[in-house]
């Protein structure tokens, strides 16, 4: 049997960090912010008595628990340009050079992708070559397009720093043939905080914060401007979709400048998916995340991207009738979940890869 202690540890620096976005950070303030009061966190972990429990989430993946933990306490590089970067390391399974995880390569490729986006396209807790971006690969190679796919996925960065990215690699002399950005959970995981916060202004740019000490200063600054949260799904939408909006805005400039175009998709979340199909039921039900908690989020995520006026392209519902488990928490997939969310991306970008082809 094996214990969770370990994955005590991986729920401590994941709260502590808010950079992979797991259930506590993002519902318990959800609550907090719809009631005023303080709520006990759901987890997906806490009420296990042990790690076999949570390989029901990833079928056909051996060791995918204990992978998911190496890759949730895999560390950054604080100080770097957008904020923290990932660090360079390589075991079995995960490889990173020069801040990228490393992908499923073929050789002499025709195409060049990059691929923006947080934890979901960094692939925690997926092999080396099950990522959203090793699919994309493969999904072209059976067709027989040959390309790369630089994975950027950087765990806890919303689209303002993807963007970042993407300008200064361009700037630094970088060219692909397609930017494709995958966004969503972090938008919404901001949105909330900035409600929480009333950090209103649409002038300056967030991020996620990194530590608690971080929350807690800005808990203390709410405080003594006398500021409560109401927990409004407008308000939050209207303090998510501006930001995201000036990102989406600005990747476009860029793609008019560099001729490189670009491509922006609103992921799927567990809170987006149907409450009457038996897979999420019991996932609600396993993490106790009520069904008025799971709609009130989804309108949120729904909010935020109307709201942006900038029309991402839609993949909240690719995931919905999924024949097994996809979501190990309310943003993390298992492998299926990667695949699914990889096909359905494909579909959209073949046209363009085929025409640079």
Known sequence: MRKRSWWRRVVVAVVLLAAVVFVPPLLSRTREAASGGTTTAATIVLNEEDLDAFDKFFPGQPDAVELAELQSLWGWDRGGPYGWEN?????????????????????????????????????????????????????????????????????????????????????????????????????????????????????????????????????????????????????????GAGQYRRGVRWARELSDEYDVPVVHFWQPQLYTMPVDAPLIRAALEQWQISEDSQRHMDRVVDRIADASGVDPIDLTDVLDDASGPTFYDTTHTNELGARLTAEAMFEHLWPEIRRRA
């Open 87 to 239: 660090q360079d390391r390589a075991t079995e399974e995960i490889t990173v050079v020069d801040g990228r995880r490393v992908t499923y390569s073929v050789d002499d490729p025709q195409v060049t992708v990059w691929l923006f986006g947080g934890s979901t396209v960094f692939g925690i807790g997926q092999r080396e070559d099950h990522t959203i971006a090793s699919v994309l690969v493969r999904l072209a190679e059976e067709r027989g397009v040959r390309i790369a796919v630089e994975n950027f996925g950087v765990s806890g960065y919303v689209n303002w720093q993807e963007t970042q990215q993407f300008h200064d690699a361009l700037r630094f002399g970088g060219r692909p043939d397609l930017a494709v950005f995958f966004d969503g959970a972090n938008e919404t995981t901001l949105a909330v905080d900035r409600e929480r916060f009333g950090l209103f202004d649409d002038s300056v740019v967030h991020r996620l914060t990194m530590e608690e000490s971080e929350r807690e200063a800005l808990a203390a600054a709410a405080a003594a401007r006398g500021y409560e949260s109401s927990g409004d799904v407008e308000e939050i939408g209207r303090l």
